[in-house]
């Protein structure tokens, strides 16, 4: 099911995105890094966001064709803007689950977008199918027990943990079996709550999920003088995924 909220959160977050998402952009290099080296033609990336990936896919293959996909007009916009004097770019403004791959798409690429993916099971399922032979799905998400933190945090103070869900390792494993995994964990220590939240807000942890419950305002300040007090590290667990079919 498509999630409108969620939707409308990256939007309203578009033009500050990239003030509050360094760790994104370090994996956005990275996954980039370590596509095996081979001519692409028909590349499509799935939640493009503002184009921190984008950039450096089109900057490695300017001369194949490149498909960006994401659900928020104003992300992409964000994206088309910095991409501009790029040609060979299709930008598809829909939801990455009626999204059709293009007839030789070679090389799918995603970075921090899975993981909003309400029915991911469902999702990769018909992926896989939409693979040609030889096409190379190639992602990074969150997973399990990102930002665990935050979750300890929140039921320490208000007895209620906040609804962030990251997927576990094993939904892909199923689905593909001969994938090829890595793992990386990021610490990172925020200068405040306030800051934290912000990030949190920008990829779309705020909302990510239609099932989200807010705190309370009296919720909010004990959450925040008590972040601010003990200035606990987060931690960001990330799948690097290799598929090839
Ligand atoms: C956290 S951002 C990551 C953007 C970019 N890949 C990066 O690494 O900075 C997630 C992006 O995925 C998009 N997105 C999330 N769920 C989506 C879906 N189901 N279909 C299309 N786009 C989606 C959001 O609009 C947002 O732009």
Redesign the pocket.
């Known amino acids: 099911m ?2 409108l909220k ?2 409308q959160a ?1 939007s309203k977050q578009a033009w500050h ?1 990239d003030n509050y ?1 360094d760790i ?1 952009a370090e ?2 290099q990275r996954l980039m890094h370590s596509v095996p080296p081979k001519q692409y033609r028909q590349i499509v ?6 184009g ?2 984008s950039q450096l896919i089109a900057k490695a293959y300017p001369l194949s064709t490149l498909t960006l ?4 007009k104003d ?1 992409l916009q964000v994206c088309q803007h910095k991409l501009s004097t790029n040609e060979n770019v299709n930008y598809q403004h ?4 009626t999204f059709m791959l293009p007839p030789n798409t070679d090389l799918v690429l ?4 899975l993981h ?2 309400e029915d991911l099971a469902g999702y990769l399922a018909r992926l896989k199918n939409m693979m040609g032979k030889g096409c190379r799905f190639h992602f990074a998400i969150l997973t399990q027990n990102s930002l665990q933190q935050w979750r300890d945090l929140c039921l320490a103070f208000t007895g209620r943990s906040p609804t962030l869900y990251f997927p576990e390792i094993n939904i892909f494993q199923k689905i593909f079996r001969s994938g090829q995994f890595e793992f990386q964990t990021k610490n990172v220590m925020y200068q405040s709550c306030q800051h934290f939240l912000k990030t949190l807000k920008n ?2 942890g705020a909302t990510s999920c239609s099932a989200h419950q807010t705190f309370s305002i009296r919720e909010m300040k004990t959450l925040l003088a008590a972040f601010n007090l003990t200035k606990p590290y987060m931690s960001y667990d990330i799948i690097y995924g290799d598929i090839i079919l």
Do not use: K, P
């Open positions: 498509m999630n969620a939707r990256f995105y998402v994104h994996i956005a990336e799935l939640g493009c966001g503002t921190l990936l996909v994401d659900f928020s992300m829909q939801a990455i689950e995603s970075s921090m977008c909003w993916v990829f779309g």
